[in-house]
């Protein structure tokens, strides 16, 4: 009832709402209204309430609350349930063990905090409470194993699309999993797949990015390669309106790649925006660790690389450090 009641002073932001018209159209008492504006009113939510007018939504606090989310979302069924957390190890260890029971497709969990946010390979993701954005989009798609890893390329040209469009700011995609501002890291993707060998079971799209970290929030080690939107940029940015954003890119892009069922229709873009071509890699095989040059990424999401001796070869994802 408490989200009711967000929502509809969210709906009349410009104009008092009585406690009579909040009860009528809710069914509940005027006490009670009252009762649930005092618990917005812990959380953070700043309402003024004034005798014969009713109550009015000055400002909302920076948590990410869903319904504040899903009044700005725009997809059909991206981010239309959400889970919220106020601290979690990890959002995708989240989604797997909810995905033990079952889940609604497009089912999105976010986190003020992760205590044990990864990355790949079972590195660990810095996630500071109330300063980034830590979310996993849970996935049912009816896609072959081998392209999962392909959501990672559309999770990639759906976070630098929000940025560009929230932030007005300019990113570049490092393949596979990476959105990079001059150079230094501002969001990771770690794409984690539960299937058989035919089929997909599930997918866990997690997404870190750091939106309001500081200098502070990143280890000494971390701080030479990471950066935020805030220390790039000057000033705070809403998390929630870039959530919102990025879930709308990539339920578009997704749904378009479910039906013609691969990324070539946004290959050019994707190539537009990356970072890679050109620069070295290094490929990490059973024999250790080769340098090649990327050249170009193919339809399937894989890089192309040219080795010392001048051969091109494809790999995926699991086989290069960038
Ligand atoms: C990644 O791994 O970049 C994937 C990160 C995915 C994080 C999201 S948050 C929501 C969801 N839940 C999770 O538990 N994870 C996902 P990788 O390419 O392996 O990069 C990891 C490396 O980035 C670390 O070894 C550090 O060097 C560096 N790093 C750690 N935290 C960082 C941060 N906050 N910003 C930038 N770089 C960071």
């Known amino acids: 009832m408490k989200d009711e009641i967000l929502k509809e002073l969210i709906n009349n932001k410009n104009r008092y709402l009585s406690g009579q018209e909040l009860s009528n159209k809710l069914g509940i008492s005027r006490t009670a209204i009252w009762k649930h504006i005092n618990k917005?009113?812990?959380?953070?939510?700043?309402?003024?309430?004034?005798t014969n007018k009713g109550y009015i939504l000055v400002e909302a606090p920076d948590i990410l609350h869903p319904v504040e989310i899903?009044?700005?979302?725009?997809?059909?069924?991206?981010?239309?349930?959400i889970i919220y957390l106020n601290s979690v190890d990890s959002t995708n260890n989240y989604g797997k063990k909810m995905a033990e029971n079952d889940f609604t497709?497009?089912?999105?969990?976010?986190?003020?905090?992760?205590t044990s946010g990864r990355g790949r390979l079972g590195r660990?993701?810095?996630?500071?409470?109330?300063?980034?954005?830590?979310?996993?989009?849970?996935?049912?798609?009816d896609i072959k194993p081998d392209q999962a890893s392909q959501i990672t390329l559309i999770a990639a040209m759906a976070v630098l699309k929000g940025i560009k469009a929230i932030c007005d700011m300019d990113t570049m995609i490092k393949w596979p999993n990476d959105i990079v501002l001059n150079g230094k890291k501002i969001c990771g993707i770690l794409t984690e797949m539960s299937g058989e060998i035919e089929r997909i079971n599930y997918l866990c799209v997690g997404i870190g990015i750091n939106v309001n970290s500081e200098e502070s929030d990143f280890t000494d080690k971390a701080i030479d390669i990471a950066t935020s939107i805030?220390?790039?940029k000057g000033v705070k940015v809403e998390r929630k309106k870039?959530?919102?954003?990025i879930l709308d890119?990539?339920?578009?892009?997704?749904?378009t790649f479910l039906i013609k069922g691969s990324l070539k229709f946004m290959m050019d873009e994707y190539k537009r925006s990356l970072a890679n071509i050109g620069k070295e890699v290094i490929l990490i095989g059973k024999d250790g660790e080769i340098l090649a040059k990327a050249e170009d990424v193919t339809a399937e999401g894989h890089l192309v690389v040219r080795l010392g001796d001048g051969t091109l070869m494809e790999v995926s994802s699991g086989e290069v450090s960038v």
Do not use: C
Request: glycine letters at 8%; hydrophobic letters at 40%.
């Open 105 to 114: 497709d497009g089912t999105v969990i976010i986190a003020e905090e992760q």
């Open 249 to 255: 890119y990539f339920e578009s892009y997704y749904s």
């Open 40 to 50: 917005l009113k812990e959380e953070g939510y700043i309402i003024n309430s004034v």
């Open 124 to 141: 660990h993701w810095i996630s500071p409470k109330g300063k980034g954005i830590w979310m996993t989009i849970m996935l049912k798609p």
């Open 70 to 81: 899903k009044e700005l979302l725009n997809t059909n069924f991206i981010g239309k349930e």
């Open 242 to 245: 870039l959530i919102a954003r």
């Open 230 to 232: 805030k220390i790039a």
